[in-house]
Nanobody
């Protein structure tokens, strides 16, 4: 199995930027499709973005499109989430997730499709 550890969260003012990292260990990272999810208090966990195992295909939720960028470095076994133009509504605990994909170009946007999760990192955007 794969272990995931997120980092990079924190407190930022609206309009600011943060970069989250998710470091993987335990299995060959390049064999996993990855996703970023978030969960705000009292709300369900929602997808932020996802990336295929080779990084060639990505998905973004409409709410973050044009502001967030997902990327991965398979040599470092790490997936990143660059968040720009942050808004107070982006405040949440952010989780990375991993799964073995059905094909090299596949990404997944449903949290139930992922079998491995990190512990989460808090992002708070002040107005």
């Amino acid at each position: 199995q794969v272990q995931l550890v997120e980092s990079g969260g924190g407190l930022v003012q609206a309009g600011g930027s943060l970069r989250l990292s998710c470091a993987a260990s335990g299995r060959t990272f390049s064999r996993y499709a990855m996703g970023w999810f978030r969960q705000a208090p009292g709300k369900e966990r929602e997808v932020v973005c996802a990336i295929s195992l080779n990084g060639g295909s990505t998905y973004y939720a409409d709410s973050v499109k044009g502001r967030f960028t997902i990327s991965r470095d398979n040599a470092k076994s790490t997936v990143y989430l660059q968040m720009n133009s942050l808004k107070p509504e982006d405040t949440a605990v952010y989780y990375c997730a991993a799964r073995r994909p059905l094909s090299s170009g596949s990404w997944y946007r449903d949290h139930s499709e992922y079998g491995y999760w990190g512990q989460g990192t808090q992002v708070t955007v002040s107005s």
